[in-house]
């Protein structure tokens, strides 16, 4: 099957001081088109940094990042900018919405830099489908910590995103809105055919997904389809 998300053989070091700290050890995966993933390991494992490498929002020390045919290492700020906009969504762990724009306006921004029409109408549409039509004009620190996820999930869906990134999408939140949550990144899933990308450390999460791959010190220790329950 086609392969929207392709790795291999990655690195990614930092500067330490004088010293040179591997974060991400030769890490080489494939992603199908449509298929669910999740990424789990202990705390400082690379989980982060391995999704930021992902979604083309840093780059790594050596290997290749294919996405969607995009050989990411190959291209400029701009080229990247370009295509996280058209193929991708992220859902950061700390929901990184612009305190100073109202839901509705963060909502906004990534149709208006993609240059689209009706882009109110359209953030409306959305943050009505995610439950917070209600909220459009609120500002994110007049917002629970739901209601902040549900606004970025709703950005991270306002492109039709072939792919989504989600880090610790449920972190965050109490149970019963995590389980909407979910509920949501999964819709996406299955009614827009969207390929799923998670970092958690809720198995229950990781078993909702048809992969898990587990990290530890940087290195893949497993890659192994999930026996679905549901
Ligand atoms: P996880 O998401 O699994 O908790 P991270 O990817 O956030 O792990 O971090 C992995 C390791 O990389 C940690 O030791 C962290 O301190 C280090 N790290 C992450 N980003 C940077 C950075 N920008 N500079 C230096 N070290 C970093």
């Given at each position: 099957m086609e392969s929207i998300l392709s790795l291999q053989q990655v690195s990614k070091t930092f500067k330490s001081g004088n010293?040179?700290?591997?974060?991400?050890?030769?890490?080489?995966?494939?992603?199908?088109?449509?298929?669910?993933?999740?990424?789990?390991?202990?705390?400082?494992?690379?989980?982060?940094?391995?999704?930021?490498?992902?979604?083309?929002?840093?780059?790594c020390s050596s290997g290749r990042v294919v996405l969607q045919n995009n050989h990411l290492e190959k291209l400029n700020e701009?080229?990247?900018?370009?295509?996280?906009?058209?193929?991708?969504?992220?859902?950061?762990?700390?929901?990184?919405?612009?305190?100073?724009?109202?839901?509705?306006?963060?909502?906004?921004?990534?149709?208006?830099?993609?240059?689209?029409?009706?882009?109110?109408?359209?953030?409306?549409?959305?943050?009505?489908?995610?439950g917070i039509a209600d909220r459009s004009h609120h500002y994110p620190a007049q917002l629970s910590g739901g209601e902040q996820q549900r606004v970025s999930i709703a950005r991270a869906f306002c492109n039709r995103p072939g792919i989504l990134f989600a880090d610790e999408p449920t972190g965050n939140l109490d149970a019963e809105t995590s389980e909407k949550i979910v509920s949501l990144i999964f819709d996406l899933n299955k009614e827009a055919g969207t390929t799923l990308v998670l970092v958690t450390h809720d198995g229950d999460l990781a078993a909702k997904t048809q992969r898990i791959i587990h990290l530890k010190g940087g290195k893949i220790v497993s890659d192994k389809p999930t026996i679905l329950t549901a």
């Open positions: 010293r040179l700290l591997t974060v991400l050890d030769n890490v080489s995966f494939s992603v199908p088109k449509g298929a669910t993933l999740s990424i789990v390991g202990p705390s400082g494992s690379g989980k982060t940094t391995l999704l930021g490498l992902c979604a083309g929002l840093d780059r701009d080229q990247l900018a370009a295509v996280r906009n058209k193929y991708i969504g992220f859902i950061f762990q700390n929901f990184q919405l612009m305190p100073t724009l109202t839901a509705i306006e963060n909502v906004m921004v990534p149709l208006e830099l993609r240059g689209e029409k009706k882009v109110r109408a359209r953030a409306m549409e959305l943050l009505d489908k995610v």
